[in-house]
């Protein structure tokens, strides 16, 4: 993957650089557009550092209208567009190109309605994950996915990557949170989809944008719902001697009809690392670790406290600690929420990786991954979001080290087929952006591939939002559209009819 | 004039390339309990899915289940029961609205219409459960979208783009859902006798609570009479559905009491009763009358719903009923005209929404919008994206228009 290929920089479009900078002042006047390398420093890569690419020119507009001048201008001259959100992305969603504008939409960052009776906030996209909840817990409402980055994460990125977070098992992904949004086309058209309403009419375009990664159109308003604070929450910290008693304990769990507000497990050496750095108390001496949390009005979570804590005994759990206070159910989850910085600590750069598999084939998974480790001569902890399959094995490495990116990366691909193998998928949640482009074979055949790019033909004929990301292979729209069969060229179809 | 009845995906795929080829076009049907919903279609051939059936996977630890595209909705339900779980999004039976058989539809129509149910606001619908599909497209090709696991953004989501497209994009196949387990204990608080204002009021109020109310309805008098067989009398009643483990549903209904007490007298209702009325209001018994009499399925902001109604009772005649965690208001013309005009532009002015025209006589699903019109940009884009997946417009052409 460090020899990813990206779309060749259009020449005409570079050598009118200058032309097109001046230009955009026109459409962004003020301080809306930065065109000095050392200032578009801060804009050559997303969460995902390991690739760095200075754009075309960077443009930060204010109003939807300067946002659809300027993808209407870049439309009319075949000029590339990168949308860009608070750069987060850890799978390269908003890696720049060298011929492309960069529009980043960190201005749009009001919250513009809040509606308590309909339960729905409408906010611009550059708002923060965070932000919406901010604005809203006076009145003891919060919104749901929360991303680990929601402290920086924009709306409007997690609209192009479908976020989730730890609350996703119960609470659902931003496609089942968004009620609506405004967007701008490629050609400079403004469309609402949705609204303040349930279902918008005709095709799901709201769940095809969702997670479309910047490839079909830039959002320009979120409208969001938002749910009461449950009134009490609590966790269970529970050790287990080995991954099978841990994976037969969600299982149980969830086969008694209980769906916990969020529930993790973590590995040994993921366990080890975050215990280094945070001193959370958590247990050394197992194989794997779980939290569940339960969240409810606080009779319900005492009763599922207790049901959990009987499960857990009953597949050998070696320690089970209930969490007895606020501050440490907080403890609980202190030490997985620095797992990756606590892996950090122990090496000097690490790969995160993000596939999903069905729950049950876990420890065959883990023991895949023990087998690659040694093959690669790489280490791996794993945090694993256990009530729905999403894995982030961490694979240790040094970029120092000559070859040992390139090591990481075939050992993280490795994983990824492994979890598409088992009946699973490349990523969860963080997108497949440039990172994962080129192993979307070991999911889909031609034909998927195809349709999908077919989709983006609809929003985007000419290719120009986002080029580079999520497909191995860009075809021409005219050869995708195309039809190879004619009437009297296929037989009758040989099957029951009446 | 043929009808297919293909059993098996290659078979689905035959007959699609040869429509392809020929440029015939297909209605595409399942049970066919939905056919009287969208514009008439007046196609040559029929592809009906009936005989394309079977749950193919079914791991309720793994919370999913995959079955061919025309598996009866009724034996995919009977199986997750056996098994204390069910489709969350409680998919409507159109059969008692529309003057058909209840208990008909495939798992495939629940996905090509989007159904939900009385929870919607809380649980979502079809397209919040569907996690994979094989279908094929105008095109004659057969492709994949999602997968398995809840947890999937590898490429658009072109499973939750065939969600509501009534069969104009895709034939189906293959489905995979997301299932879920069923609630323990199930009551229902009712508040009778208000006014739909006082009912909004009501309802905005135990919707904003830690209740976790999952389910809030109001049946307005005499509307009452017709859901659970009369059970509940005709008196006006605000319905709230709490559902969960019995300890939990026990403290939220009475927080819901007291929060409530002052609103008008209290009934709680449980189990089977409970879960009768929220069947009968999914499945709009209130109008299933076993007339043509327009029926409208109006989204919208639940607080100006009744407001709304109010105005356009100045000028119709009309019964209406709201399912608010559908966010839906539903509407009854009395005198045979639909009013299409008239109630969307009333919609506009309370806050927007949609209104798609449910039950209607042939004569009207032929004359008007019966979904929502859209502006003239997203025409164009839905006009687009229709044409990358059915050029030759084979699949239901025109049931959308």
């Known amino acids: ?498 | 004039m043929t009808t297919f009845t293909p059993a098996t995906s290659s078979e689905v795929l035959s007959t699609v390339q040869w429509a392809a080829a020929e440029e015939s076009p297909l209605e595409i049907l399942g049970h066919g309990s939905k056919r009287g919903i969208g514009r008439p279609l007046q196609t040559e051939h029929t592809l009906d899915l009936s005989k394309l059936t079977g749950v193919t996977l079914y791991e309720p630890a793994e919370l999913v289940l995959s079955a061919k595209a025309g598996t009866p909705l009724a034996e995919i339900e009977r199986l997750l029961a056996e098994n204390g779980q069910q489709l969350a999004f409680e998919p409507m039976d159109c059969g008692p609205l529309l003057g058909g058989e209840p208990g008909k539809g495939t798992i495939g129509g629940v996905l090509a219409a989007n159904l939900s149910g009385p929870r919607r606001l809380k649980a979502g619908a079809a397209r919040d459960h569907i996690l994979g599909i094989n279908v094929v497209s105008g095109r004659g090709e057969a492709f994949k979208s999602g997968g398995r696991v809840v947890k999937n953004v590898t490429g658009y989501d072109l499973s939750k783009l065939m969600a509501n497209s009534w069969g104009t994009l895709a034939v189906f196949t293959d489905v995979t859902f997301k299932v879920l387990p069923s609630a323990e204990t199930e009551v229902t608080l009712a508040v009778r006798g208000l006014l739909d204002d006082a009912a909004a009021g009501a309802m905005a109020l135990a919707l904003g609570s830690s209740a976790e109310v999952s389910s809030a309805a109001h049946l307005p008098e005499r509307i009452a009479a017709h859901v659970a067989g009369g059970a509940l009398g005709s008196e006006a009643a605000t319905l709230l559905r709490v559902e969960g483990f019995g300890p939990s549903v026990a403290y939220r209904i009475a927080a819901l009491k007291t929060l409530l007490g002052k609103a008008g007298p209290l009934e709680e209702i449980a189990g089977e009763a409970s879960r009768l009325i929220w069947r009968d209001v999914r499945d709009i018994k209130p109008f299933a009358d076993g007339t043509e009499k327009p029926v409208w399925r109006v989204s919208m902001t639940p607080a100006q719903g009744h407001q709304m109604v109010l105005t356009l009772r100045m000028q119709a005649a009309v019964s209406a009923f709201y399912d608010w965690q559908g966010g839906l208001v539903w509407l009854r013309m009395e005198e045979g005209d639909p009013e299409a005009a008239l109630l969307r532009g009333l919609l506009r002015k309370h806050g927007g929404g949609h209104a798609t025209l449910v039950r209607a006589a042939p004569a009207h699903r032929a004359a008007l919008p019966v979904f929502e019109p859209q502006p003239p940009a997203l025409a164009a884009l839905s006009q687009r994206l229709k044409q990358e997946f059915d050029p030759k417009n084979i699949l239901n052409p025109g049931r959308m228009a």
């Open chain 1, 1 to 498: 993957m460090s020899g990813l290929a990206m779309p060749k920089p259009d020449d005409a479009t570079l050598r009118r650089r200058d032309e097109i900078v001046a230009d955009m002042r026109i459409i962004v006047p003020g301080e809306g557009v930065v065109d000095a390398a050392n200032a578009m420093r801060a804009f050559e890569s997303d969460g995902l550092t390991a690739y760095r690419q200075l754009p075309l020119v960077v443009v930060l507009p204010e109003t939807v209208a300067q946002v659809s001048r300027v993808l209407k201008y870049c439309n009319d001259r075949n000029i590339r567009v990168v949308p860009r959100g608070s750069g987060t992305s850890l799978s390269g969603g908003a890696l720049p190109l060298e011929d492309a504008v960069l529009l980043v939409m960190s201005r749009f960052n009001r919250i513009l309605a809040i509606d308590f009776p309909n339960r729905i906030v409408v906010a611009q996209p550059g708002v923060t994950n965070l932000g919406i909840t901010t604005a809203v817990e006076q009145e003891g409402f919060y919104y749901a996915p929360d991303p680990s980055s929601q402290i920086a994460c924009s709306i409007g990125g997690n609209v192009a990557e479908n976020s989730g977070g730890v609350h996703c098992l119960k609470y659902g992904l931003t496609a089942n949170n968004v009620l609506g949004i405004e967007m701008v086309l490629m050609n400079g058209e403004v469309v609402r989809l949705g609204g303040s309403h349930l279902d918008a009419e005709g095709y799901d375009l709201l769940g095809v944008m969702t997670g479309s990664e910047g490839l079909l159109g830039v959002v320009t308003e979120v409208t969001v719902r938002i749910l009461k604070k449950p009134e009490t929450a609590r966790a269970l910290l529970i050790g287990f001697p080995t991954s099978e008693q841990g994976g037969q304990c969600v299982a149980d769990i969830i086969g008694a009809g209980i769906i916990p507000g969020g529930m993790e497990m973590m590995d040994r050496p993921a366990i080890h690392a975050a215990e280094d750095f945070v001193h959370a108390g958590y247990p050394l001496d197992v194989e794997a670790l779980l939290i569940v949390e339960l969240d409810g009005p606080g009779v319900e979570v005492d009763h599922l406290i207790t049901a959990v804590e009987a499960i857990a005994i009953s597949n050998g759990s070696t320690t089970c600690r209930i969490s007895q206070s606020e501050q440490e159910r907080l403890s609980f989850w202190a030490g997985r929420k620095a797992a990756f910085p606590a892996v950090g600590r122990i090496s000097p750069d690490y790969y995160c990786m993000d596939g999903t598999i069905p729950r049950k084939e876990l420890p065959r998974v883990l023991a895949g991954m023990r087998e690659l480790s040694e093959k690669y001569g790489l280490g791996v902890a794993n945090v694993f979001h256990a009530g729905d399959g999403n894995l982030h094995p961490l694979i240790l490495y040094d970029a120092n080290v000559p070859g040992e990116l390139d090591k990481a990366e075939s050992f993280g691909a490795d994983i990824l087929r492994l979890c598409v193998k088992v009946g699973g998928v490349l990523t969860g949640e963080h997108g497949v952006g440039v990172e994962k482009r080129d192993l979307m074979p070991e999911m889909f055949n031609q034909v998927d591939l195809d349709q999908q790019m077919r989709v983006k033909c609809a929003f985007d004929p000419n290719h120009l939002l986002n080029p580079g990301k999520v497909f191995p292979q860009l075809r021409r729209c005219a050869e995708l559209g195309r039809m190879h069969v004619h009437r009297g060229q296929v037989a009758f179809p040989d099957i029951p009819r009446f």
